[in-house]
């Protein structure tokens, strides 16, 4: 019988402070461009991110309201990204049907949506009174 995993013998959690902070940057850089290239879904919302967000920055609202909508783009992005994650942990195990597969592929997409409601949402609440007056 193998010896309980202990975090010591990870190879990968060696580092400390401002090395640990520099490879988990790498890291998260090459999370980013791997997603860009690979994901089509995230190049979608990326785009969402990318014109709506200087929109935000010039309507007439508050700040508060402006960091409201810029986040919820923000968390689209982090929400594809998680659900990418899932589906690309879940096609190493197999690509074989599984009923558990396409449960964890769907609640994945799902989360995706809802966030994407919530955005629509606060978009349309924020900006529905500007174009009313």
Same mark, same amino acid.
């Given at each position: 019988?193998?010896?309980?995993?202990?975090?010591?013998?990870?190879?990968?959690?060696?580092?400390?402070?401002?090395?640990?902070?520099?490879?988990?940057?790498?890291?998260?850089?090459?999370?980013?461009?791997?997603?860009?290239?690979?994901?089509?879904?995230?190049?979608?919302?990326?785009?969402?991110?990318?014109? /709506? $967000?200087?929109? !935000?920055?010039?309507?007439?609202?508050?700040?508060?309201?402006? +960091? &409201?909508? @810029?986040?919820?783009?923000?968390?689209?992005?982090?929400?594809?990204?998680?659900?990418?994650?899932?589906?690309?942990?879940?096609?190493?195990?197999?690509?074989?049907?599984?009923? /558990? $597969?396409?449960? !964890?592929?769907?609640?994945?997409?799902?989360?995706?949506?809802? +966030? &994407?409601? @919530?955005?629509l949402l606060l978009w349309t609440a924020?900006c529905a009174p500007i174009f009313f007056?």
């Open positions: 019988m193998s010896k309980p995993y202990h975090i010591d013998q990870n190879p990968h959690k060696g580092n400390r402070g401002l090395a640990r902070a520099w490879h988990a940057a790498k890291n998260s850089w090459c999370g980013l461009v791997y997603a860009f290239k690979e994901e089509s879904a995230f190049r979608q919302e990326l785009t969402l991110f990318v014109f /709506l $967000s200087p929109i !935000a920055i010039l309507l007439p609202i508050n700040y508060f309201e402006k +960091a &409201l909508l @810029v986040t919820s783009l923000i968390m689209v992005l982090v929400v594809e990204l998680l659900n990418s994650s899932v589906e690309a942990a879940i096609d190493r195990i197999s690509f074989e049907h599984h009923d /558990l $597969s396409k449960r !964890a592929k769907d609640f994945g997409s799902a989360a995706v949506m809802l +966030a &994407l409601v @919530v955005a924020i007056r």
